[in-house]
Structures are given as structure tokens and as C-alpha cells.
């Protein structure tokens, strides 16, 4: 069984996702870990970043390359990069859909970043 190491963020964050043939779609990133970031996307988007739905190909996880908007060290809004797995796609609605991503290769210095964020919003939700 995975334990996290870190809990789940629940915070609106922007977001770019590419698909393996290079087109980009502006998403909302709802939920985040230091191993899985979750975006809602409307039923259109999601099917250019999963065609059809589907999130598995040729019997792998779709792929996918994803920007997301962190602040950095001074406090400036700044993309961290990875390459993500779909791991889930659901509808949460008639028009509404979340896609959950395991992260499977991000820079050393973006997860550095990305596990600052979570530490830091974790410790602004304790106080």
C-alpha cells in the first residue's frame, strides 16, 4: 500500500497540458501531491487530452506534458514542467470531467518547487 508523503492540496492552480501530438490546452489544477496532480477540464478538453476518454493507448498510459503555475522563491508565479501518466478520467458532471496524472519525470529543481509549495501551503493551513 503508497503512503504520501505528503497530503493533498486542494487548490486552484493554472495549467497547461500537452498531449502527445503537441496541442495545448489551458486547464484548472484542483488537487495536488508531491506524486499525483488532478485537473478539471470541460468534456471537450478532455477529449483532445484523452481521445475519446480513454486514457490508455496501444496499452499504456496516455502521456502527457504538463505546465504547471507554482509561485518560486520570491514569490513570482512561475511554471514547473513534467512528464505525466494518466492515471484516471472521470466525469464529475454533464459537462465537467477531472483527469488525475502521476508525475513519472520532473527536474529535480521543479519538484524541489513543487514540495516547497506544499509544505508552505500546508504550514499557512495549520496556523
Same mark, same amino acid.
Given at each position: @500500500?503508497?503512503?504520501?508523503?505528503? !497530503?493533498?492540496?486542494?487548490?486552484?492552480? =493554472?495549467?497547461?497540458?500537452?498531449?502527445?501530438?503537441?496541442?495545448?490546452?489551458?486547464?484548472?489544477?484542483?488537487?495536488?501531491?508531491?506524486?499525483? $496532480?488532478?485537473? +478539471?477540464?470541460?468534456? &471537450?478538453?478532455?477529449?483532445?487530452?484523452? !481521445?475519446?476518454? =480513454?486514457?490508455?493507448?496501444? *496499452? &499504456? !498510459?496516455?502521456?502527457? @506534458?504538463?505546465?504547471?503555475? $507554482? /509561485?518560486?522563491?520570491? *514569490?513570482?508565479?512561475? /511554471?514547473? +514542467?513534467? &512528464?505525466?501518466?494518466?492515471?484516471?478520467?472521470?466525469?464529475? =458532471?454533464?459537462? +465537467?470531467?477531472?483527469?488525475? @496524472?502521476?508525475?513519472?519525470?520532473?527536474?529535480?529543481?521543479?519538484?524541489?518547487? $513543487?514540495?516547497?509549495?506544499?509544505?508552505?501551503?500546508?504550514? =499557512?493551513?495549520?496556523?
Amino acid at each position: @500500500m503508497e503512503k504520501r508523503i505528503y !497530503p493533498r492540496i486542494s487548490r486552484q492552480l =493554472s495549467a497547461t497540458v500537452a498531449n502527445q501530438e503537441g496541442t495545448c490546452i489551458k486547464v484548472t489544477a484542483v488537487d495536488t501531491n508531491s506524486k499525483v $496532480l488532478c485537473i +478539471q477540464c470541460d468534456i &471537450r478538453q478532455r477529449n483532445v487530452i484523452t !481521445p475519446g476518454g =480513454s486514457f490508455v493507448r496501444d *496499452g &499504456r !498510459p496516455v502521456e502527457l @506534458m504538463v505546465s504547471l503555475d $507554482l /509561485p518560486d522563491d520570491s *514569490g513570482q508565479w512561475a /511554471p514547473i +514542467q513534467a &512528464r505525466c501518466h494518466i492515471a484516471f478520467s472521470r466525469r464529475i =458532471s454533464w459537462d +465537467q470531467c477531472k483527469i488525475g @496524472m502521476r508525475y513519472v519525470d520532473i527536474d529535480r529543481h521543479d519538484y524541489a518547487r $513543487l514540495v516547497q509549495f506544499i509544505e508552505k501551503t500546508l504550514a =499557512s493551513n495549520e496556523g
